[in-house]
């Protein structure tokens, strides 16, 4: 089973959405730019992104409306404050929300979190996804394991973002963050692909 499309699209993203902006910040930082203005200025890529998405495809991404609205909120309160590092911990909603949607599903959810992304993300294998899910429990169980790893790095993550923003220097924090949330996320992804691989694999042989 090859992971090419998924791979790229993973890669654009990360790009897209986490090194771009990063990048931007220490740009402008190099040309003495004050670091409220320059993260305000670093956060304009996924905001436009999802503000395209909103307005060209009328389509709401619950996630992508949610980090939009937090870009917004958290841009307002810094620009009145003055205080650089309310926009520090930016992403650490993303992680937060995310992280809290996964734990709770496995409460009281009939899917995990996970499982329902992943059909969603691709609709022509959800009837397979479906019916694995219906017939074996080896088949559920993997699943609920990766929601769970996700969730509680999703929260960890999320925590150690809002840690650093309070505590580190402003203009260690941008490089702290990516590096550690693209660390976490290829980490996740191989864990997860390990995890259900197996899962899979034993439910074939049974």
Same mark, same amino acid.
């Given at each position: 089973?090859?992971?090419?499309?998924?791979?790229?699209?993973?890669?654009?993203?990360?790009?897209?959405?986490?090194?771009?902006?990063?990048?931007?910040?220490?740009?402008? *930082?190099?040309?003495?730019?004050?670091?409220?203005?320059?993260?305000?200025?670093?956060?304009?890529?996924?905001?436009?992104?999802?503000?395209?998405?909103?307005? *060209?495809?009328?389509?709401?991404?619950?996630?992508?409306?949610?980090?939009?609205?937090?870009?917004?909120?958290?841009? &307002?309160?810094?620009?009145?404050?003055?205080?650089?590092?309310?926009?520090?911990? *930016?992403?650490?909603?993303?992680?937060?929300?995310?992280?809290?949607?996964?734990?709770?599903?496995?409460?009281?959810?009939?899917?995990?979190?996970?499982?329902?992304?992943?059909?969603?993300?691709?609709?022509?294998?959800?009837?397979?996804?479906?019916?694995?899910? &219906?017939?074996?429990?080896?088949?559920? #169980?993997?699943?609920?394991?990766?929601?769970?790893?996700?969730?509680?790095?999703?929260?960890?993550?999320?925590?150690?973002?809002?840690?650093?923003?309070?505590?580190?220097?402003?203009?260690?924090?941008?490089?702290?963050?990516? &590096?550690?949330?693209?660390?976490?996320?290829?980490?996740?992804?191989?864990?997860?692909? #390990?995890?259900?691989?197996?899962?899979?694999?034993?439910?074939?042989?049974?």
């Amino acid at each position: 089973m090859t992971h090419t499309s998924s791979d790229r699209g993973g890669l654009t993203m990360l790009l897209r959405d986490v090194a771009l902006p990063m990048a931007l910040f220490y740009v402008l *930082r190099s040309f003495d730019v004050d670091a409220l203005w320059a993260l305000l200025v670093s956060a304009l890529p996924p905001a436009i992104r999802s503000g395209y998405v909103l307005v *060209r495809h009328r389509r709401i991404d619950p996630i992508g409306a949610f980090v939009l609205a937090m870009l917004v909120v958290n841009g &307002a309160v810094a620009l009145i404050s003055g205080d650089p590092r309310l926009l520090l911990v *930016r992403s650490a909603w993303v992680g937060l929300l995310l992280g809290g949607l996964m734990l709770a599903s496995l409460v009281v959810g009939r899917r995990p979190f996970l499982f329902r992304v992943i059909c969603t993300l691709q609709p022509a294998r959800a009837a397979e996804l479906e019916a694995g899910w &219906a017939a074996d429990e080896d088949f559920r #169980q993997p699943w609920r394991t990766v929601t769970l790893w996700w969730g509680v790095g999703g929260v960890l993550l999320g925590c150690a973002v809002v840690l650093m923003a309070f505590t580190l220097p402003v203009d260690v924090v941008p490089f702290l963050d990516t &590096a550690l949330t693209v660390g976490c996320l290829l980490l996740g992804v191989k864990l997860t692909r #390990q995890r259900l691989t197996a899962g899979i694999n034993r439910t074939v042989d049974a």
